[in-house]
């Protein structure tokens, strides 16, 4: 028996068995149920995502003789054993007409085609015409169709399919009901050919078929193809070593090593992996491209775990990685990548461009700053030194209020490591003009040029003190209404108080960050922190939050199971997020007040009566 290759073999046959298309399948299925066919349709898509494959089916279900011979015939599930059907998937039905437009672009080529159309069809009840590229044809070509268009014989189905749809008049266009067929996604393909794979009963490793899912790029048809070669290379089985021969892709473990050496920041073993890459011979310009590809993945993974994609079938490895970069590396690091790739064209060799780009990564990172942590880290001073600070800011200026805030200068001026560098915030921190609101700031330890005052484990390490004294000195900085609504609880527990303290050193972001503000603390035993959700919040809850959270805690020296409980809020205690308004409220309305003192301002308004208008007064600095 002779062979029949994959492609053709494994060709969708009705409309269900077409992969990835289900809009256009729904459209047409629906269409041929309540006998609302329209007479033609334009498919827009790369080559292979199944234009042939659909013109085909339609052709069957209009042609399907297995109910009768009559119109009750037409059917949205064709039989594929009567005559038609079979001719069809044998091609050689003679009322389905394919015409490949880019080889006959000619107007006669399209009058002759044309001239046959008002003729009844000779097998079946309908004729189908699919012409494909048909952005291809001449001007005089598309005249020439237009007409048929406009007024279709009953019998006559048009399918028009196109790469490129904006190159056909907006007349063809109105005329067509238009379906754009979506590129095949690399997931797709793999659970296609998988499921191919093990119906012909051929072992395959699923690592390979990722390869030739991404080397198919977007088409089906394609996949098929490689996955012969690939059969036939491999003797019968698709294995990742003969794929990745075979399409002289790289092995992508050698790009996660990289990137993995770049997460150590381990120059040497970056040169190492680079030479042993080099004994392949690879393409280190793709070498580059997938490094940055990576980069990407993950800052996606740090930013919206649930939107990585199985690429390579590493995503668990990428969401793993994710964790040991910190965001902004990620960022310098992709931009040096897509830099130095632009480069490679005036590099003497690729090998020495790769290399130089991978070490500039490392050089240019900024010094200082600390891995993200891997183990937990005790508590540092920065929710005690943000609280004094905040209560500076926020407390009506008075001499009283200044001399204590000179007098706690001191133990702020260990910075704490995740502060954003001097030179940001010191831009912030100057006052835009006269007029804004004079509110005595402690001196700024922010303003220490980073030269002199760069912050370093072993000074912070210097001023640790242990988590529970650091909340209960925070706890008696506060505002009465703020140290009322605390309770006494036992060291190294988490209260309410507590929690509002930690909230900003938490370092949370995004939409955990937006869960965790509206919680109150329930209970903490030490090992498990019961959080209260406010119901208003409850569909945001997600494992996700949970997780970072409990990362979170542990770096901030807590380590805790947490676990939410959605339910109505009391009204005495606040959640960070009502805390952060409130306080904003404060700010606001002192910044007014501030304005409305100014003598300028007062002048402003008598000589030109000018107005203040409140909502737009900003705080100085604003602080989170
Ligand atoms: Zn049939």
Same mark, same amino acid.
């Given at each position: 028996?002779?062979?029949?290759?994959?492609?053709?073999?494994?060709?969708?046959?009705?409309?269900?068995?077409?992969?990835?298309?289900?809009?256009?399948?729904?459209?047409?299925?629906?269409?041929?149920?309540?006998?609302?066919?329209?007479?033609?349709?334009?498919?827009?898509?790369?080559?292979?995502?199944?234009?042939?494959?659909?013109?085909?089916?339609?052709?069957?279900?209009?042609?399907?003789?297995?109910?009768?011979?009559?119109?009750?015939?037409?059917?949205?599930?064709?039989?594929?054993?009567?005559?038609?059907?079979?001719?069809? /998937?044998?091609?050689?039905?003679?009322?389905?007409?394919?015409?490949?437009?880019?080889?006959?672009?000619?107007?006669?080529?399209?009058?002759?085609?044309?001239?046959?159309?008002?003729?009844?069809?000779?097998?079946?009840?309908?004729?189908?015409?699919?012409?494909?590229?048909?952005?291809?044809?001449?001007?005089?070509?598309?005249?020439?169709?237009?007409?048929?268009?406009?007024?279709?014989?009953?019998?006559?189905?048009?399918?028009?399919?196109?790469? /490129?749809?904006?190159?056909?008049?907006?007349?063809?266009?109105?005329?067509?009901?238009?379906?754009?067929?979506?590129?095949?996604?690399?997931?797709?393909?793999?659970?296609?050919?998988?499921?191919?794979?093990?119906?012909?009963?051929?072992?395959?490793?699923?690592?390979?078929?990722?390869?030739?899912?991404?080397?198919? /790029?977007?088409?089906?048809?394609?996949?098929?193809?490689?996955?012969?070669?690939?059969?036939?290379?491999?003797?019968?089985?698709?294995?990742?070593?003969?794929?990745?021969?075979?399409?002289?892709?790289?092995?992508?473990?050698?790009?996660?090593?990289?990137?993995?050496?770049?997460?150590?920041?381990?120059?040497?073993?970056?040169?190492?992996?680079?030479?042993?890459?080099?004994?392949?011979?690879?393409?280190?310009?793709?070498?580059?491209?997938?490094?940055?590809?990576?980069?990407?993945?993950?800052?996606?993974?740090?930013?919206?775990?649930?939107?990585?994609?199985?690429?390579?079938?590493?995503?668990?490895?990428?969401?793993?990685?994710?964790?040991?970069?910190?965001?902004?590396?990620?960022?310098?690091?992709?931009?040096?990548?897509?830099?130095?790739?632009?480069?490679?064209?005036?590099?003497?060799?690729?090998?020495?461009?790769?290399?130089?780009?991978?070490?500039?990564?490392?050089?240019?990172?900024?010094?200082?700053?600390?891995?993200?942590?891997?183990?937990?880290?005790?508590?540092?001073?920065?929710?005690?030194?943000?609280?004094?600070?905040?209560?500076?800011?926020?407390?009506?200026?008075?001499?009283?209020?200044?001399?204590?805030?000179?007098?706690?200068?001191?133990?702020?001026?260990?910075?704490?490591?995740?502060?954003?560098?001097?030179?940001?915030?010191?831009?912030?921190?100057?006052?835009?003009?006269?007029?804004?609101?004079?509110?005595?700031?402690?001196?700024?330890?922010?303003?220490?040029?980073?030269?002199?005052?760069?912050?370093?484990?072993?000074?912070?390490?210097?001023?640790?003190?242990?988590?529970?004294?650091?909340?209960?000195?925070?706890?008696?900085?506060?505002?009465?209404?703020?140290?009322?609504?605390?309770?006494?609880?036992?060291?190294?527990?988490?209260?309410?108080?507590?929690?509002?303290?930690?909230?900003?050193?938490?370092?949370?972001?995004?939409?955990?960050?937006?869960?965790?503000?509206?919680?109150?603390?329930?209970?903490?035993?030490?090992?498990?922190?019961?959080?209260?959700?406010?119901?208003?919040?409850?569909?945001?809850?997600?494992?996700?939050?949970?997780?970072?959270?409990?990362?979170?805690?542990?770096?901030?020296?807590?380590?805790?199971?947490?676990?939410?409980?959605?339910?109505?809020?009391?009204?005495?205690?606040?959640?960070?997020?009502?805390?952060?308004?409130?306080?904003?409220?404060?700010?606001?309305?002192?910044?007014?007040?501030?304005?409305?003192?100014?003598?300028?301002?007062?002048?402003?308004?008598?000589?030109?009566?000018?107005?203040?208008?409140?909502?737009?007064?900003?705080?100085?600095?604003?602080?989170?």
């Amino acid at each position: 028996m002779s062979y029949q290759v994959l492609a053709r073999k494994w060709r969708p046959r009705t409309f269900h068995e077409l992969v990835g298309q289900a809009h256009v399948q729904r459209a047409l299925v629906n269409a041929l149920d309540q006998g609302r066919l329209h007479h033609a349709y334009l498919f827009t898509g790369t080559r292979g995502v199944g234009k042939t494959t659909l013109a085909r089916i339609l052709a069957k279900c209009l042609n399907c003789t297995a109910n009768g011979y009559g119109d009750e015939g037409v059917t949205s599930t064709p039989c594929g054993e009567c005559d038609s059907c079979q001719a069809i /998937d044998e091609g050689r039905f003679v009322d389905l007409i394919e015409v490949d437009a880019a080889s006959r672009t000619k107007v006669e080529d399209t009058r002759e085609l044309l001239d046959n159309v008002q003729y009844a069809p000779t097998q079946g009840r309908y004729k189908v015409y699919l012409i494909d590229e048909v952005h291809m044809l001449s001007t005089s070509s598309f005249n020439a169709l237009l007409k048929t268009l406009e007024e279709p014989p009953p019998h006559v189905k048009f399918l028009l399919a196109t790469t /490129d749809p904006q190159k056909l008049p907006a007349t063809v266009l109105s005329r067509c009901l238009q379906f754009t067929l979506k590129h095949m996604q690399p997931v797709r393909i793999v659970e296609h050919l998988a499921m191919v794979l093990a119906a012909e009963q051929v072992h395959f490793e699923e690592s390979a078929l990722w390869l030739i899912g991404k080397a198919a /790029d977007g088409s089906m048809r394609d996949a098929m193809s490689l996955t012969d070669q690939a059969i036939a290379f491999g003797q019968g089985s698709v294995q990742h070593l003969d794929v990745a021969a075979m399409l002289g892709t790289l092995d992508h473990r050698h790009v996660l090593a990289l990137v993995e050496a770049l997460a150590d920041i381990d120059a040497p073993r970056l040169l190492h992996e680079v030479a042993e890459l080099a004994e392949q011979g690879p393409d280190f310009a793709a070498v580059l491209d997938d490094v940055t590809a990576v980069l990407h993945r993950l800052a996606v993974a740090q930013m919206v775990p649930e939107a990585v994609d199985n690429g390579h079938g590493d995503r668990e490895t990428i969401l793993a990685l994710a964790g040991r970069f910190i965001a902004e590396d990620i960022q310098l690091y992709y931009q040096i990548g897509i830099q130095g790739r632009g480069d490679m064209v005036h590099a003497p060799d690729l090998r020495s461009a790769l290399e130089m780009t991978l070490l500039r990564m490392l050089a240019f990172r900024p010094q200082g700053v600390p891995k993200p942590p891997q183990a937990s880290l005790p508590m540092r001073a920065e929710p005690a030194a943000k609280s004094e600070s905040l209560q500076a800011a926020s407390s009506p200026p008075s001499a009283p209020a200044a001399d204590e805030a000179l007098a706690q200068s001191p133990s702020e001026t260990a910075q704490p490591a995740s502060s954003p560098p001097p030179w940001e915030k010191s831009v912030d921190a100057t006052p835009d003009s006269p007029s804004e609101p004079q509110a005595p700031l402690p001196p700024e330890p922010k303003m220490v040029p980073p030269w002199e005052g760069q912050p370093s484990i072993e000074a912070e390490a210097a001023n640790e003190r242990t988590p529970s004294t650091e909340i209960q000195i925070a706890v008696s900085d506060e505002p009465i209404a703020e140290a009322e609504a605390s309770q006494a609880t036992e060291p190294g527990r988490l209260d309410h108080q507590a929690w509002l303290e930690l909230f900003d050193s938490l370092g949370l972001g995004g939409l955990t960050r937006n869960l965790a503000a509206h919680c109150i603390i329930e209970e903490d035993n030490g090992a498990v922190l019961r959080l209260r959700l406010d119901p208003s919040q409850a569909a945001m809850q997600a494992d996700v939050h949970q997780q970072r959270l409990e990362k979170s805690l542990e770096s901030q020296g807590f380590p805790r199971k947490v676990s939410f409980e959605v339910a109505a809020l009391p009204e005495e205690l606040e959640t960070p997020r009502q805390r952060e308004t409130r306080h904003g409220r404060e700010r606001h309305a002192l910044a007014v007040a501030a304005l409305n003192k100014d003598p300028h301002v007062q002048k402003l308004q008598q000589v030109f009566g000018a107005k203040l208008i409140e909502s737009s007064v900003k705080p100085a600095e604003e602080l989170r």
